[in-house]
Each structure stands twice: as C-alpha cells, then as structure tokens.
Nanobody, 114 residues
Framework: QVQLVESGGGLVQAGGSLRLSCATSGSLFSINVMGWYRQAPGKQRELVAA???????NYADSVKGRFTISRDNAKNTVFLQMNSLKPEDTAVYYCNAKLITDYWGKGTLVTVSS
C-alpha cells in the first residue's frame, strides 16, 4: 500500500507560481506512473501531468509550457512546478500513484485570483 501526502497549495495571483509536493510512503522505483490530477468545482477530475518509472512525461494541453513534473528519488517525492498560473488553474490538485491499483492523496487546494 502506498500513502501519498500533498502539500504546497495556496492562494496566488494570476501570473504567479506555486510548487506542489507529493511525498510517498514507498520508493518511487516501485511505482509505474506518478501523476498530478486536478478537479475544479463542478468539473470532472482531469490529468494534469504524469511521469513514468522511466522518466517519460505527459502533460495536459492546457498546462504545457507552464507546468513541470519532476521527482526526487532519494526523498520519494514528486513535484509539480506551476508557473504563469491562470484563474482557470484553480482546483484541488491530487497526487496519484499507479501500481497494480491506483492510490490517491487527499488533495491540496490551489486558488488563482485574477
């Protein structure tokens, strides 16, 4: 079983930056894919960015060029650097780990004011 704890959310003005962290209870080497998802009020949860065990990355079109997913294997932590934030990025951001099954964190709220 994997436990995920997100941190780094908060209130930021449009154009600003935030870095989200996801600390995992196990080694990142045991996880096939790590990802960040978000869910805005009244909308479905959507993939924001993902990184495979081999380091390949995938981003939603809406965040390409602004967000970067990365990891620190020594600290078993995955990051999401978010730059040039827009009000439409406002959502609860969830960390996800894909092994045989999916594991989710409880989420961290990001609010971008205009």
């Amino acid at each position: 079983q994997v436990q995920l704890v997100e941190s780094g959310g908060g209130l930021v003005q449009a154009g600003g930056s935030l870095r989200l962290s996801c600390a995992t209870s196990g080694s990142l080497f045991s996880i096939n894919v790590m990802g960040w998802y978000r869910q805005a009020p009244g909308k479905q949860r959507e993939l924001v960015a993902a990184m495979t065990f081999g380091g390949s990355t995938n981003y939603a079109d809406s965040v390409k060029g602004r967000f970067t997913i990365s990891r620190d294997n020594a600290k078993n932590t995955v990051f999401l650097q978010m730059n040039s934030l827009k009000p439409e990025d406002t959502a609860v951001y969830y960390c996800n780990a894909k092994l045989i099954t999916d594991y989710w964190g409880k989420g961290t709220l990001v609010t971008v004011s205009s």
